[in-house]
């Protein structure tokens, strides 16, 4: 998995270490302090499969995090400072990290998501502060205006890579696909087939859908990104056990099972 992403990532130019993308140019040109591509973090149990597959696709990074040299935005990188235990900034302790902000609700939802299949795999016990090996995350611009600091980029940044995230995904063969924020979403819709969207109560900011890559199911879900605090409290409280019981029944048995599932009450 880990070779097909860094072959991909070299072919478009988007590689940490090789960087030569066709879109830098304008990028540079609406940026203060530019820094250049920094590539996914995948878990690594997530590569070997051990639990299903969670993909997480949001925005822009906050920052120029884990650091700015090419090596340390590496894949390799991403996971090491990831999973090696420590504190920040030098690892992620997810103790630590803020209870209100993106990493840390990101775990979260990871956890409630996964917790089922590892207890039917009898993995455990499963806690939050492990749940980072099961789980990938990739931003949909790959570049970051360090000037803005956790201020999102322009609209052009994720215009400029919109085309490189569907096939990323596919590479990373997900089984679950959760989109966080406006632009996470936008870099999926349309760019993967569509078969079926299904909406909580009528309500319709709150939905899953069943797409298919290379002939294979996969659920997503769209969430409001933790900067919107208001609408992804909301969601978060209204609608997440909606969104685990979808999720447990479309991992164990499928696409018809997690519609039953969402018509529960």
Same mark, same amino acid.
């Given at each position: ?14 590689? *940490? ?5 066709p879109h ?8 203060k ?9 995948? +878990? ?12 997480? /696709? ?17 894949? *390799? ?14 690892g992620?302790? /997810? ?5 209100n902000?993106h ?12 917790s ?8 455990g ?16 611009a790959?570049c970051?205006d ?28 997900p ?5 966080q924020?406006?632009? +996470?979403h936008r ?10 969207? /299904? /909406?909580?109560? +009528?309500?319709?900011?709150y ?39 979808? *999720? ?7 696409s018809?099972?997690?519609v ?6």
């Amino acid at each position: 998995m880990l070779n097909g992403l860094r072959r991909y990532y070299t072919s478009k130019g988007i590689s *940490a270490e090789h960087f030569n993308c066709p879109h830098q140019a304008s990028c540079r040109a609406i940026s203060k302090d530019f820094v250049t591509a920094r590539e996914a973090f995948v +878990g690594s149990e997530y590569e070997k499969g051990t639990l299903p597959r969670l993909l997480f /696709v949001s925005i822009d990074a906050s920052s120029d995090h884990p650091g700015r040299r090419p090596v340390d935005r590496t894949l *390799a990188h991403m996971r090491l400072w990831e999973e090696n235990g420590q504190s920040p900034p030098n690892g992620c302790d /997810v103790d630590l990290l803020p209870k209100n902000l993106h990493w840390y609700r990101t775990h979260e939802f990871a956890h409630g998501i996964l917790s089922p299949a590892a207890a039917s795999r009898g993995i455990g016990p499963f806690r939050l502060q492990d749940v980072h090996r099961y789980f990938a995350h990739t931003n949909s611009a790959k570049c970051k205006d360090a000037a803005r600091a956790s201020v999102q980029g322009p609209a052009l940044v994720f215009d400029n890579c919109r085309s490189f995230i569907a096939p990323e995904v596919k590479l990373l063969q997900p089984e679950v696909l959760v989109t966080q924020g406006d632009w +996470g979403h936008r870099s999926i819709d349309g760019q993967i087939p569509l078969e079926q969207t /299904v /909406v909580w109560r +009528g309500h319709p900011e709150y939905s899953f859908e069943l797409l298919r890559i290379d002939e294979r199911p996969v659920l997503r879900f769209k969430l409001f990104h933790p900067r919107r605090f208001g609408p992804f409290n909301r969601q978060r409280r209204e609608a997440y056990t909606w969104y685990f019981r979808v *999720a447990a029944a479309f991992l164990k048995a499928g696409s018809d099972a997690a519609v039953a599932a969402s018509r529960e009450a």
